[in-house]
């Protein structure tokens, strides 16, 4: 399978969010990447479903949405209502995961569950088979420009083995500190879709990031 990038909005220049989405829209970038952050699962408060509301009228790609903030189940309704594709919650902030993943299915969305760093993937031994993608944080959740944390590699390579064994049919998606030096060790170790904030919206050329990141294969 080919890698596929979302680049993540927290990143972009907010004072200009059209231009930044229209050069989204004109890239080779599979979705949209959009964190919210509640200021209680995270200490850090991004934006909510009005912005969310508005970044889906004028993107043309797949929003991939990913919630921080305590029971997402609470918006799942309101997520699906912004057109979402993709509804990414974290495994920490839901007490009935499974029931959140139907209801979630319910809404004619595609169900992803996030993992932070400290997280084991054998977590997920249960709920592997009902879900569409485990993202997987390679930095604490809050932040972007943070500093990439090396052991990611090793469990995306334990989450590939996870979904081999249970016959699963779970996307691999890292988030956190991607950029040119860990990005292809996460292609290699089986990610499918590469989230980047800074590394693609800090960029001269923008597109120029999003195609090489695109391009990379598995060796
Ligand atoms: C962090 C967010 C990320 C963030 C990534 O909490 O979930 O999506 O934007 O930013 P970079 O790519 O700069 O690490
Ligand atoms: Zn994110």
Same mark, same amino acid.
């Given at each position: ?31 949209? =990447?959009?964190?919210? +952050? ?5 200490? &850090?408060? %991004?934006?909510?479903?009005?912005? @969310? !509301? ?50 979630? =299915?319910?809404?004619? +969305? ?5 993992? &932070?760093? %400290?997280?084991?993937?054998?977590? @997920? !031994? ?61 292609? &290699? ?31």
């Amino acid at each position: 399978m080919e890698t596929l990038v979302s680049p993540s909005l927290l990143a972009a220049d907010f004072l200009n969010l059209q231009r930044d989405i229209e050069m989204i829209n004109s890239s080779d970038a599979d979705w949209l =990447h959009l964190d919210v +952050m509640d200021g209680v699962f995270v200490p &850090n408060i %991004s934006f909510g479903f009005p912005v @969310l !509301e508005a970044v889906s009228k004028a993107c043309t790609k797949p929003l991939d949405v990913h919630l921080m903030i305590v029971k997402p189940e609470r918006y799942i309704k309101q997520t699906a209502k912004t057109g979402a594709m993709m509804m990414n919650v974290h495994y920490e902030a839901c007490t009935h995961l499974h029931r959140t993943v139907e209801e979630i =299915h319910n809404e004619g +969305m595609k169900a992803g569950v996030t993992l &932070n760093p %400290s997280t084991p993937v054998n977590m @997920l !031994e249960d709920i592997i088979k009902d879900v569409d993608m485990v993202l997987l944080m390679s930095v604490n959740p809050g932040f972007g420009g943070q500093k990439f944390i090396q052991n990611t590699i090793d469990k995306v390579a334990r989450l590939r083995e996870l979904i081999a064994r249970t016959g699963s049919k779970a996307l691999i998606e890292v988030d956190g500190g991607v950029q040119d030096e860990t990005a292809p060790l996460l292609v &290699n170790a089986g990610v499918n879709i590469l989230v980047s904030g800074s590394y693609v919206f800090k960029a001269d050329n923008p597109h120029e990031k999003i195609k090489w990141l695109k391009g990379l294969k598995t060796r």
